[in-house]
């Protein structure tokens, strides 16, 4: 799993059964500070995740398909299974 920020979305009005109900949502990974990590991503939303808001995104493609669609075997790379409230770290643990 990583951290990322929702940045974009795609609109596709025609695409598989599976994904029927489920939007498409570009995504930037980001470290634990909040630092673009990386280049952007496509995810399929499963939480109604918003533009700006800090996700977790699941990007084994069984994991995702599952989380995102509650059947394996969709071809999804990556799902977002998450909206971050908060994140603290302590360092002493």
């Keep these: 799993m990583i951290l990322a920020r ?6 596709a ?4 059964d599976r994904y ?3 939007r498409l949502l570009i995504v930037q990974p980001i470290d634990l500070s909040g630092q673009d990590e990386g280049g ?6 499963s939480v109604d995740a918003g ?7 699941v990007r084994e493609g069984w994991s995702a398909s599952t989380a995102s669609t509650g059947k394996a075997g969709a071809a999804i790379d990556a799902a977002i299974i998450g909206v971050v409230d ?3 770290i302590d360092r002493e643990l």
């Design 20 to 22: 029927e109900g489920g």
């Design 51 to 57: 533009a700006g808001e800090t996700v977790v995104v």
């Design 6 to 11: 929702v940045v974009g979305n795609v609109v």
């Design 40 to 45: 952007e991503l496509l995810a399929l939303d």
């Design 86 to 88: 908060s994140i603290k």
């Design 13 to 16: 009005t025609h695409k598989n």
